[in-house]
Structures are given as C-alpha cells and as structure tokens.
C-alpha cells in the first residue's frame, strides 16, 4: 500500500511540474462563482484520516504513528483518500484537497476558528469580518428574496460581519425542520397588529444618516421584515424535495447540506453549514483519547453528505457556479496519545475546494510521509481566503474601510490561480 503521494507519482500525473510553475502569479481575470457553501468540520478534521492518507499506524501503540485506516485509490491517477470516503473517491476530479493548508495556533480551537474564518488573528481594537461576511458585503445577495449570508449552525463573533456592521452579518438557523426563528409572525399577531408594530420601529430608528450603527440597524431590521414573508420561508421546506434526494444526503449533516444547496439556488450568496450537531462518534471532530474509536462514522457521515451535494449540484448544472468548501480549524498529528486519540496540528492540514468553476486536479500540495511537513506548495490561511474571494469575483487585493481605516480583505493573501487557469 502507498497511501501518500511521493514525487514519482507527481510526475506520473503531472501534477509536479505545475507544483514547480509560479502559482501565485497574477491571473487574466478572478472567476465569479454565484455562491459560496462553506462546510465547517469544527474541532479538526485529521488529515492523515482523510484526504491525506498516510502509511497505517497502531493506535493501541503511542509509538507507531500513522492514519488510523487504509486508503483506496480515487478517480485521480496517484490520488488515494482514506477508504470511509469510497463515494467521494469516485468524485476527487471535481475536487481540490488543499493538503498544505498551515497556521501556528494549536492549542486553543477558539482563536483557531476565529484566524480560519475571519484569516486574521485576534489583535488590537478591530473586529475583523468572516469570510462569509465578506462575500456577502461585496456580492449581494442574489436576490432581494433571500439574504446574502445564512449560517446552519449556532451563532458566534468568529461567522460575524465585525467592523462591516449588520448588513453584512447572517441569519442564522439550528433547525432544518423550522427554518430561522423569529422570522414567522406568531398566531396571536394579526396582519393590523404586526402592521403598527412596524409604524412604531420605524418611527423610534427614524431616517438615520447614513453610515452610522443605527442606519445600519434599521437596514438590517427592513431586510428583516422583507424575509419574514412565505416566498423566502418556502426554501426551508425540505419535504418538497423527493424522497430520492434527501434520503441520498443522509441524517442531520445531510439535510443542513441539503438546504444549503436549496439556499444557493435561491440566490443566497454565501451559507456556512456547521457540522456540530448530534456527532455519530459523540465527540466530533476533537478526537482526543477515546473520542477517535468511531471516528469512522463522522468520515462516513461526511462522505456520504458531501458527495451527494456535489452529485446534486452537478446534476442541477449548478456545480461549475457553486464553490463547496470544506473547512476545519487545524488537523491531528500522526502521533496517538496515550489513550488512542489524536493532539491538536497547525503545520500542516487539508482543507477542501470543489466546484465553483475552478480546473480540480484531485489535490494540491505534497507533505511527507509523517504528514507533519510540507514538502510543496504551503497555504496560509490568507491564501486560502484569497483563493475564495477570487472564485467568487471579488479581488483579494480589494480594500474596505473601518471608519478612516483601510483594511484589505485578506492579511496580504495571494489566490491559488494555478486552479483558476
């Protein structure tokens, strides 16, 4: 079994030679997917247990370190995932495994989660806005039907708009059976009623000027009530999708994705679905000690969620406009702790690209054997941002404004364009 990629089988597949070109040079011109589902794995998804397999070690030996599983070979020539992920085996050319993803914070999954989505760290007195909420300032929602960021998962500063204010924040849900909360004007509330409570907010906001918080409130309040209507409630309706399709995505994961590509269709421009509720293995990505014994469900779980929706996409010519990215805060050391689980490992780890109209390749970047180091092609975390503001049509190199501030939407990230051709 050779389950990493060595050089020859680069070589064999072509893919060195183009590891070896100027991959940070300046594009022709930034691609523009329509939409952005962003698939959170929180708590740290091992590579080595995934999409960067490696020889297979003994976890019952703290000595032996290793992948957990074997590995099987993809539809890429030289390309091998771990064997939970047959299904997504079958799909690698409409995928890019970024296996060189790196950051130094390690030990605290908080600010990890903070640098992943926001690609800053935590520092000074700026509040620096979430991917999502970049997309969403910069493209707008697709239509004035939907807004222009939804979170499945629960709320937090790290997904928030920071110095962009609450136009560019999300709506967020935790229910795919009930849709976002507060958006349903309860029964005891009849249309006269809810119309004077609206006279009433309207008049203690007032015509603010522009630019201020509470300009900006009020924006976010008559967004609000434009969504609190059945024509964006009807999106959150899954039963009106076949049995076929949903039962092809799965459980609880599957449906949260299953609606994330029912959102993109509506002209949602970015949702972040997070994976954190109701883990099959009881403690989720955070495989410390025991929690790894069934980490094979959550793959499992993954696999079978993250292929449908590509299959989904696809089917629907949707695909090559919609950018899936799976992401996560940090990998696992090939090492096993004393009990059998997994430490915490910034200097090397995958996250993944797949649609979005960009030239898939199966994987990019090389670490070695142990999966701790990178051998070619290393992805700050700024440059993975950049990648995904360059898929969507927004220029990485672009500037926002904190009041007098300039502030550049990426810590001087730079776009995968070999991807982008």
């Given at each position: 079994m050779t389950p990493s990629l060595d050089r020859r089988q680069l070589i064999g597949t072509g893919l060195s030679a183009a590891l070896a070109s100027p991959l940070l040079a300046a594009p022709r011109s930034f691609r523009k997917a329509d939409s952005c589902i962003f698939l959170w794995l929180g708590g740290g998804m091992?590579?080595?247990?995934?999409?960067?397999?490696?020889?297979?070690?003994?976890?019952?030996?703290?000595?032996?370190?290793?992948?957990?599983y074997g590995s099987i070979p993809t539809c890429v020539p030289?390309?091998?995932?771990?064997?939970?992920?047959?299904?997504?085996?079958?799909?690698?050319?409409?995928?890019?495994?970024?296996?060189?993803?790196?950051?130094?914070?390690?030990?605290?999954?908080?600010?990890?989660?903070?640098?992943?989505?926001?690609g800053r760290m935590i520092g000074g007195n700026v509040t620096y806005p979430s991917i999502g909420s970049l997309v969403a300032h910069t493209r707008g929602a697709g239509t004035s039907d939907v807004p222009a960021y939804m979170l499945i998962g629960y709320p937090n500063v790290s997904r928030g708009p920071g110095f962009l204010g609450a136009r560019a924040s999300y709506v967020y849900l935790t229910d795919t059976e009930t849709g976002p909360s507060g958006f349903s004007r309860p029964a005891s509330v009849d249309a006269s009623r809810a119309h004077a409570r609206e006279v009433l907010l309207k008049g203690l906001v007032g015509d603010s000027?522009?630019?201020?918080?509470?300009?900006?409130?009020?924006?976010?309040?008559?967004?609000?009530?434009?969504?609190?209507?059945?024509?964006?409630?009807?999106?959150?309706?899954?039963?009106?999708?076949?049995?076929?399709?949903?039962?092809?995505?799965?459980?609880?994961?599957?449906?949260?994705?299953?609606?994330?590509?029912?959102?993109?269709?509506?002209?949602?421009?970015?949702?972040?679905?997070?994976?954190?509720?109701?883990?099959?293995?009881?403690?989720?990505?955070?495989?410390?000690?025991?929690?790894?014994?069934?980490?094979?469900?959550?793959?499992?779980?993954?696999?079978?969620?993250?292929?449908?929706?590509?299959?989904?996409?696809?089917?629907?010519?949707?695909?090559?406009?919609?950018?899936?990215?799976?992401?996560?805060?940090?990998?696992?050391?090939?090492?096993?702790?004393?009990?059998?689980?997994?430490?915490?490992?910034?200097?090397?780890?995958?996250?993944?690209?797949?649609?979005?109209?960009?030239?898939?390749?199966?994987?990019?970047?090389?670490?070695?054997d142990s999966g701790k180091k990178i051998i070619e092609g290393a992805v700050s975390i700024p440059d993975f941002h950049a990648t995904i503001l360059a898929a969507m049509g927004v220029d990485p190199a672009l500037e926002l404004m904190d009041g007098t501030r300039p502030v550049p939407v990426t810590d001087g990230g730079k776009p995968l364009f070999v991807l982008m051709g």
């Amino acid at each position: 079994m050779t389950p990493s990629l060595d050089r020859r089988q680069l070589i064999g597949t072509g893919l060195s030679a183009a590891l070896a070109s100027p991959l940070l040079a300046a594009p022709r011109s930034f691609r523009k997917a329509d939409s952005c589902i962003f698939l959170w794995l929180g708590g740290g998804m091992g590579q080595m247990d995934t999409f960067d397999p490696k020889a297979v070690g003994d976890s019952s030996r703290p000595g032996k370190p290793g992948s957990l599983y074997g590995s099987i070979p993809t539809c890429v020539p030289g390309v091998r995932v771990c064997e939970h992920l047959p299904q997504m085996a079958r799909l690698m050319d409409r995928v890019t495994a970024v296996r060189t993803v790196n950051h130094k914070v390690v030990d605290e999954h908080a600010f990890a989660t903070n640098l992943v989505h926001t690609g800053r760290m935590i520092g000074g007195n700026v509040t620096y806005p979430s991917i999502g909420s970049l997309v969403a300032h910069t493209r707008g929602a697709g239509t004035s039907d939907v807004p222009a960021y939804m979170l499945i998962g629960y709320p937090n500063v790290s997904r928030g708009p920071g110095f962009l204010g609450a136009r560019a924040s999300y709506v967020y849900l935790t229910d795919t059976e009930t849709g976002p909360s507060g958006f349903s004007r309860p029964a005891s509330v009849d249309a006269s009623r809810a119309h004077a409570r609206e006279v009433l907010l309207k008049g203690l906001v007032g015509d603010s000027p522009s630019g201020t918080s509470l300009a900006s409130y009020r924006q976010a309040q008559e967004q609000a009530l434009r969504l609190s209507g059945p024509a964006f409630l009807r999106h959150f309706d899954l039963k009106t999708e076949s049995a076929e399709v949903r039962s092809s995505y799965g459980g609880e994961f599957g449906q949260r994705c299953l609606l994330a590509r029912r959102l993109a269709e509506s002209g949602v421009r970015f949702i972040e679905v997070s994976h954190n509720l109701n883990f099959l293995n009881g403690t989720g990505w955070d495989v410390h000690n025991e929690g790894i014994r069934n980490q094979h469900l959550l793959i499992r779980e993954l696999d079978t969620a993250l292929s449908a929706l590509l299959i989904d996409l696809e089917q629907r010519g949707l695909l090559d406009s919609t950018l899936v990215v799976v992401a996560t805060e940090f990998g696992r050391p090939p090492e096993f702790d004393g009990r059998g689980g997994r430490g915490h490992q910034g200097s090397a780890f995958t996250m993944v690209l797949a649609g979005g109209g960009l030239r898939h390749r199966g994987v990019y970047g090389v670490t070695d054997d142990s999966g701790k180091k990178i051998i070619e092609g290393a992805v700050s975390i700024p440059d993975f941002h950049a990648t995904i503001l360059a898929a969507m049509g927004v220029d990485p190199a672009l500037e926002l404004m904190d009041g007098t501030r300039p502030v550049p939407v990426t810590d001087g990230g730079k776009p995968l364009f070999v991807l982008m051709g």
